[in-house]
């Protein structure tokens, strides 16, 4: 598909890297070809090797373009988080809209690939932890920042702040479906609870008490 | 090596194990054979085949050893956090030194093999997370209830206490191993001042002010 105003390469660059992360996260790594993405974007073996050099350069742009696309979502997801919205429900709702984005299918295959070759292709990893998770905890971080100079929250590092909200939120869920391939995913209601548990910890941390 | 009172087929077993999980850490799954799984335990490829079906199975037996092992120090560390011993020290030695054994190199790997293999064999995974991962969890909140029964701190729910004790912990510092494969290592010092910080925020949720 063309989107306007985009070059004629920067289109085969998208198209081939939709293509790779469509075949990677099927097969794994090793199970992919640079002809099968050939085949699956519609385009040459050439081509392809003419806008990614070899297999390891391609996973890793596929790797970045991922983390670039979660990070815009929840960045866009914090800054909705503005002042008028700061209350129990309004963290909830980031909370829970945050961790099932988290949990997407997709995403959580790509996350297993990287880190199955975070040995072999050390920069792979580093470029998603960098790109993708650190980007995620700072723009989480920025959003309580600001919270906390307008005085409706307490959290003198932002930051660990930031760590502490995601690590309840995620650590198991994300853990779980990690190592259980998301074969038998908690219901929609049970994750809820969960969000709920860990935004009402969060607030008896970091949140101001009310007058009452 | 014999251990007292073991018997031949139980050190063999044993020998077994050690071995193949040294060659799966080394290797990865798929490039270990039984053939060097043998060689390495200095026994017959027909003996391996004897005490294991197949390299899933002796695989399988890696992970569940391993998540027993494991399981026992923290629930060792656990049990030494007795009613004396609870305070913000207390509760920091414990942080840190949990904190430690996980972030072991040769678990850290183990644990990428079985993310890397979690779709595959989703009953491995499983395996991990119930006999590792949610022991640990069930043994911090068997801790947690025993304390807070004695009136040291509040945590109704000790199972999300024990969620939220790990998440603030390791949320970072076991993503970051994860991702980065352990290429760049955090300080000593780091470490301890990230579980400090988590154990203060622990307290502020499930602790009992202190009157002054």
Redesign the interface.
Known sequence: MKIEGESRSAQKTREIIQAASMAFLDKGY?GTSMEEIATKAGVSKQTVYKHFTDKETLFGEVVRSTAVQTNDVVEYVTTMLGDAEFSEGGLQRLARRTMRMLLDDELL?LR?????N??RM?QL??S??KDG?ERM?DSMAACFQRLTSRGLMKAD?PH?AA??F???????PM??A????N??PRSKAELDRHAD??VE?FL??YGIPRES
């Open positions: 090793d295959k297993r690939l990287i880190i199955a975070a040995d050390p990893g580093r998603w932890y998770f905890m590092d660990t760590s502490h995601f690590g309840m939120l995620l650590w198991i853990n779980e990690m190592f259980t391939g074969s038998d548990a860990s910890a008896a941390i």
